[in-house]
């Protein structure tokens, strides 16, 4: 019966929807999804909504306003599994930057009538706020990571996404590496893998879309960057491009910060 089924449910938080169209993307393997679990909120596929509780809930988004904080704190009481995916909701996404300005005169900047506005002056990941099961990284993730996940915890087996770099995706393709055949900037060494090395395939350095690897040497990696020739200024943007929340990064990009403002 329907009511037997795991409830499963997808929410939004600050972030641009792309993770919830990576879910839509399983097709097929979305319809093998929706027989054996209870589709129970997902405003995104349906218009069709149940409270909960819930056996899992997937959350894409970073938290940005006060309302989010109270409301990732009700779904994680109606939980038994709650998993983050893409990294608005693992590092906060590009939204982040706001944690490294100046909240009143980015608002004044961005908006007309601030005042009208409420927003918290960071933007942080899900697990800033309440305890998670799992997470998912990507920009957006990876569809079958997803598939993954939720197949291993509707069976009840404990599940954790391999932490490899792109390196080893783009040695698994064969690809001739960017930073050592051609010099250019590249934070696929400090980036955790499950894009398909899509970038460096197209001889272009990964961006870091998928946050970092467990563990990476971010400090490493800018000084070699700066052997290269890259600018302080760049080495720090481009640390902080996509998840500059994220601490391992942050690490890079902390090397030669004080040389980016002086330049």
């Known amino acids: 019966m329907e009511d037997q089924k795991p409830r499963l449910a997808v929410f939004k938080f600050s972030s641009c929807d792309g993770c919830q169209l990576s879910i839509l993307d399983l097709e097929e393997e979305l319809l093998s999804l929706a027989s054996v679990v209870d589709i129970a909120y997902f405003v995104e596929?349906?218009?069709?909504?149940?409270?909960?509780?819930?056996?899992?809930?997937?959350?894409?988004?970073?938290?940005?306003?006060?309302?989010?904080?109270?409301?990732?704190?009700?779904?994680?009481?109606?939980?038994?599994?709650?998993?983050p995916f893409g990294v608005c909701a693992t590092w906060g996404g590009v939204q982040a930057h706001r944690n490294f300005m100046n909240f009143d005169e980015a608002m004044r900047r961005v908006y007309p009538h601030p005042e009208a506005y409420s927003a918290l002056s960071t933007s942080t990941p899900i697990w800033d706020h309440v305890k998670v099961d799992y997470m998912i990284q990507g920009c957006p993730p990876n569809r079958h990571q997803i598939l993954e996940v939720l197949t291993n915890v509707l069976v009840g087996k404990k599940t954790a996404l391999a932490s490899n770099s792109v390196c080893y995706e783009c040695k698994r393709k064969g690809n001739i590496c960017v930073i050592v055949a051609?010099?250019?900037?590249?934070?696929?060494?400090?980036?955790?893998?499950?894009?398909?090395?899509?970038?460096?395939?197209?001889?272009?350095?990964?961006?870091?879309?998928?946050?970092?690897?467990?563990?990476?040497?971010?400090a490493s990696t800018a000084r070699q960057w700066w052997v290269l020739g890259v600018k302080p200024a760049d080495i720090v943007r481009d640390f902080r491009r996509i998840t500059p929340y994220a601490e391992a990064y942050n690490k890079g990009a902390e090397v030669y910060e004080r040389e980016a403002h002086q330049s």
């Open 45 to 83: 596929a349906r218009r069709a909504t149940a409270p909960g509780p819930y056996d899992i809930a997937l959350v894409e988004g970073s938290v940005t306003t006060p309302e989010e904080v109270e409301r990732i704190k009700e779904i994680r009481a109606n939980t038994r599994f709650l998993i």
């Open 182 to 218: 051609r010099g250019i900037p590249c934070l696929g060494v400090v980036t955790h893998d499950g894009c398909g090395a899509l970038c460096p395939t197209y001889d272009r350095g990964c961006y870091g879309c998928f946050g970092p690897m467990d563990d990476p040497k971010a």
